[in-house]
Nanobody
Framework: AIKVEESGGASVQDGGSLRLSCAVSRSISSIYCMGWFRQAPGKERAGVGVIERDGGASYVDSVKGRFTISKDTDKNIMYLQMNNLKPEDTATYYC?????????????????????WGQGTLVSVSS
């Protein structure tokens, strides 16, 4: 697994915006695909979106039009810009830089890599 560190989470009100960062421990310029996930209280971790090597991004339906993934290959950081946040976006957000396969906005990781996650960053949206 590639080591990552998430940051940028905060408490915001309904309709607010946040930008999360995912610092990656190695150069990201050649990485095939990276992804964002989130885990709401009492729920399983779920995909949010991915960004591929060419910069193309895709998202799960629940965040389309509100969330944007980008990356800075000079700083080795992936970003998640979240606009028009809703209470149902409340979750701990995680990133991964070792996707073996990406489709439909979801990053699929190898079985061994699934055991390794960053500490996550908490986003809380109040109504």
């Amino acid at each position: 697994a590639i080591k990552v560190e998430e940051s940028g989470g905060a408490s915001v009100q309904d309709g607010g915006s946040l930008r999360l960062s995912c610092a990656v421990s190695r150069s990201i310029s050649s990485i095939y695909c990276m992804g964002w996930f989130r885990q709401a209280p009492g729920k399983e971790r779920a995909g949010v979106g991915v960004i591929e090597r060419d910069g193309g991004a895709s998202y799960v339906d629940s965040v389309k039009g509100r969330f944007t993934i980008s990356k800075d290959t000079d700083k080795n950081i992936m970003y998640l810009q979240m606009n028009n946040l809703k209470p149902e976006d409340t979750a701990t957000y995680y990133c991964a830089a070792d996707c073996t396969y990406c489709q439909g906005g979801y990053c699929y990781r190898g079985e061994n890599d699934l055991e390794t996650w960053g500490q996550g960053t908490l986003v809380s949206v109040s109504s």
